[in-house]
């Protein structure tokens, strides 16, 4: 029993400086040099500050497994975490990339989330719980509302890759194990149910493009080459 009652509270110890440990790591704070701003390195995934005089950029968070990820397109909105460890947090920059603030953090840290698509106004992530555990693993997307509270869109047990929005239609890759391929689905973001649908599969990439506005989706080919997804038949 006092075995039992040792190995609980090294757990909760644990735990608890886990959470010591972020609140410390992504405390808020502004940059005061004019010079100065918050800048993301895409190659490396991180998170800077980069000096506008010097061109010299230095990671935020230089410990090797602390990652940031952010959308395809320029936006406030950061995540962070531990690429082991998890600890996962959504930080917010400031339109003058001057300051920075945590506004929501994982209480598990068996989960972890990530970017998935936006479109301009409203931002969709990717929610993975118990990834340590395949029998348990469960996928989600979701949205955050004005409290960043979160709100789940659809919940699955697929690997879920990569998104992209057109005209209030999300459209998501799915990795398919067996054949090594995958494939595309769609959600109507305006539909109370937000039932998934099949747009095409066996797909040779997980990426997924819209050019110029066209009202179809394309993706890439092991030659390289763009093809595309023939969603124009949904009323685009």
Avoid at 17 to 31: D, P, Q
Avoid at 113 to 120: A, K, M, N, S, V
Avoid at 179 to 194: A, G, H, Q, R, W
């Amino acid at each position: 029993m006092k075995k039992k009652r040792y190995v609980a509270l090294v757990v909760l110890l644990i735990i608890l400086c886990s959470a010591c440990n972020n609140e410390e790591l992504y405390e808020e704070f502004t940059i005061q040099e004019d010079e100065k701003i918050l800048l993301y390195h895409i190659f490396s995934e991180k998170l800077g500050i980069y000096d506008m005089n010097t061109f010299e950029w230095n990671p935020l968070y230089p410990q090797d497994n602390i990652m940031q990820y952010v959308f395809q397109n320029e936006s406030s909105y950061i995540v962070s975490g531990h690429s082991v460890e998890n600890g996962f947090v959504l930080l917010k920059i400031s339109e003058d990339r001057k300051n920075l603030k945590k506004v929501f953090e994982l209480s598990n840290s068996s989960d972890y989330f990530f970017p998935l698509t936006d479109d301009g106004s409203q931002f969709y992530y990717v929610l993975v719980e118990d990834e340590k555990d395949i029998q348990k693993t469960r996928e989600s997307i979701f949205t955050f509302d004005e409290n960043f509270d979160i709100q789940i869109i659809y919940k699955s047990r697929d690997k879920i890759m990569s998104g992209l929005i057109i005209d209030r239609y999300l459209y998501y890759t799915v990795y398919n194990q067996e054949k090594d391929s995958y494939s595309v689905y769609t959600i109507n973001l305006d539909d109370k149910e937000k039932k998934p649908g099949l747009i095409k599969d066996n797909l040779e990439s997980r990426d997924l493009f819209n050019i110029n506005n066209h009202p179809d989706l394309f993706t890439v080919t092991s030659k390289s080459t763009i093809e595309p997804c023939n969603i124009g038949f949904l009323g685009h």
